[in-house]
């Protein structure tokens, strides 16, 4: 089915560990975002890409970064995993101006 | 800053009830406005969509509205089920600020009672 994958589904981390959330999509969109979602709130941007090569900041960038070198992929990098990036993470895409966004199922994310 | 807010935060209903669900956004300058359902542990799966020319949009049992001035849309859902219950969150594209990004509400836990 068409939409955006998301790898792993769940992961623990210990403090200080590295790792990469994968997102893909195969709708060719040019629009993708990270958002992560904490418990009784609402979802806060990480960071977007507007097409490949190009990334940007979003409301909580601290602690990640990204890179887009195909339409297709988006990966989310924690580089020295924090207790305070336990959250579920959301991938989305979306295509042209006037379209919804379509997320993945989410990767939950324990750092112990 | 540009916020969306929706209340309440949980709603508790009996089978068959007609219910709405509120949302408030801060600016009256966005782009588009989208209703998601997020089951337990799963993911957000778009329920409808409104554009900011728009009035209201309807799928179904459910129908979401638009009113730009006041800063405020709400998602009707008739008849409501027990498959209904999950948490409904409300989405704006403001059409200025943070380029092309959603602005989330906290979304409404419902649960409705056989």
């Known amino acids: 089915n068409a939409g955006v994958t998301q790898t792993p589904k769940f992961r623990i981390l210990k403090i200080g560990q590295s790792m990469t959330l994968q997102c893909t999509q195969d709708?060719?969109?040019?629009?993708m975002y990270w958002y992560r979602q904490d418990p009784g709130m609402g979802l806060k941007l990480i960071y977007y890409?507007?097409?490949?090569?190009?990334?940007d900041k979003g409301e909580v960038p601290n602690g990640y970064n990204v890179s887009r070198s195909t339409t297709e992929d988006f990966p989310l990098r924690l580089e020295l995993a924090a207790p305070s990036q336990t959250s579920v993470y959301f991938c989305?895409?979306?295509?042209?101006?006037?379209?919804?966004?379509?997320f993945g199922s989410g990767t939950r994310l324990t750092v112990v | 800053k540009q916020e969306v807010t929706q209340i309440p935060a949980a709603l508790s209903v009996p089978e068959g009830e007609n219910l709405v669900l509120n949302c408030s956004f801060t600016?009256?300058?966005?782009?588009?406005l989208q209703w998601f359902r997020q089951d337990p542990g799963k993911g957000l799966t778009s329920l409808l969509l409104?554009?900011?020319?728009?009035r209201e949009q309807t799928s179904g049992r459910l129908n979401a509205s638009l009113d730009k001035s006041s800063g405020r849309s709400t998602l009707y859902i008739a008849a409501s089920q027990p498959g209904d219950s999950a948490t409904y969150l409300c989405?704006?594209?403001?059409?200025?600020?943070?380029?092309?990004?959603?602005?989330f509400g906290s979304g409404t836990q419902l649960t409705v009672l056989p």
């Open positions: 989305a895409s979306r295509g042209t101006e006037g379209d919804g966004y379509t």
């Open positions: 709708m060719n969109h040019n629009y």
């Open positions: 890409s507007v097409g490949a090569g190009i990334t």
């Open positions: 600016d009256s300058a966005i782009y588009n």
């Open positions: 409104i554009q900011s020319s728009q």
């Open positions: 989405a704006v594209r403001y059409s200025s600020g943070s380029a092309r990004q959603l602005t």
